[in-house]
C-alpha cells in the first residue's frame, strides 16, 4: 500500500547541474501535482497534471520541465540547477480536484 | 488571482490552553477547503474537507468551520502531540489548481 511514492529523497546538485525527481502513486489518480517548500512560504505549486496527457503551470514554473509520462507516473525535471531552486520537493495526487491530496514524503534538494 | 492567507504564522500554547487558526482566501469560486498537519520531514496529511458556508467538521479536538471569505481550525483543550504545522488549501471552479497558504506552525508546551 505504497500510496505516492518520490524518489530520491536526499540529493545534492552543483550549480548548472540536471536532475529528474521522479513520483509514481499506485492510486489510479487522475491528477498529480508538484510543489516546493521552502521555510516561511508554505507549498508553492509548480505544475500540475489534471490528466494523463496533459500539463499546466502553477505559481512558480520558470526553471522546471514535467512529464506525465502515464497515468502513474508524473516527473519534474531541472534542466539546469540554481540555488535558489534548493529546496524540498512535494508530489501529490488527487482522485478529483475537490477531494484530498495524498502527498510523497519528499525530496530535499540542495543545490551548491 | 486565488490567494489563500493563513494567521498567525506561528502559535505557542499551553497544554489545554484552546485556540484558533485562521485561514481566509480569495478565489474565483470555491469548490472545496481543505485543512492538512504536517510533521517535519513528513508530506502533509488531510484533515478535513469543506464545501459550502456554515459547513463544520469535527475530529478529536479540531474543529474546522468555513464562511464565505475564510475557515478556522478550532484547537480546543491541545496536547503537546498536536504540535505540527497546519495548512489549508482550496480548489478552485474552472481548473484543476491546489492552492496552499504558507501554514501555521503550533507548538503545544506541556
Known amino acids: 500500500n505504497a500510496g505516492v511514492t518520490q524518489t530520491p529523497k536526499f540529493q545534492v546538485l552543483k550549480t548548472g547541474q540536471s536532475m529528474t525527481l521522479q513520483c509514481a502513486q499506485d492510486m489510479n489518480h487522475n491528477s498529480m501535482y508538484w510543489y516546493r517548500q521552502d521555510p516561511g512560504m508554505g507549498l508553492r505549486l509548480i505544475y500540475y497534471?489534471?490528466?494523463?496527457?496533459?500539463?499546466d503551470k502553477g505559481e512558480v514554473p520558470n526553471g522546471y520541465n514535467v512529464s506525465r509520462l502515464n497515468k502513474r507516473e508524473f516527473s519534474l525535471r531541472l534542466e539546469s540547477a540554481a540555488p535558489s531552486q534548493t529546496s524540498v520537493y512535494f508530489c501529490?495526487?488527487?482522485?478529483?480536484?475537490?477531494?484530498?491530496?495524498?502527498f510523497g514524503q519528499g525530496t530535499r534538494l540542495t543545490v551548491v | 488571482e486565488d490567494q489563500v492567507t493563513q494567521s498567525p504564522e506561528a502559535l505557542r500554547l499551553q497544554e489545554g490552553e484552546s485556540s484558533s487558526l485562521n485561514c481566509s482566501y480569495t478565489v474565483s469560486g470555491l469548490r472545496g477547503l481543505f485543512w492538512y498537519r504536517q510533521d517535519p520531514g513528513k508530506g502533509p496529511e488531510f484533515l478535513f474537507t469543506?464545501?459550502?458556508a456554515g459547513e463544520e467538521k469535527e475530529k478529536e479536538r479540531l474543529k474546522a468551520t468555513l464562511t464565505k471569505k475564510e475557515s478556522f481550525l478550532h484547537i480546543t483543550a491541545p496536547k503537546p502531540e498536536d504540535s505540527a504545522t497546519y495548512l489549508c488549501a482550496v480548489s478552485t471552479s474552472g481548473t484543476y489548481k491546489y492552492i496552499f497558504g504558507t501554514g501555521t506552525r503550533l507548538k503545544v508546551l506541556a
Open positions: 469543506l464545501y459550502s
Open positions: 497534471s489534471a490528466s494523463e496527457g496533459t500539463t
Open positions: 501529490a495526487s488527487l482522485g478529483a480536484v475537490n477531494t484530498e491530496a495524498f
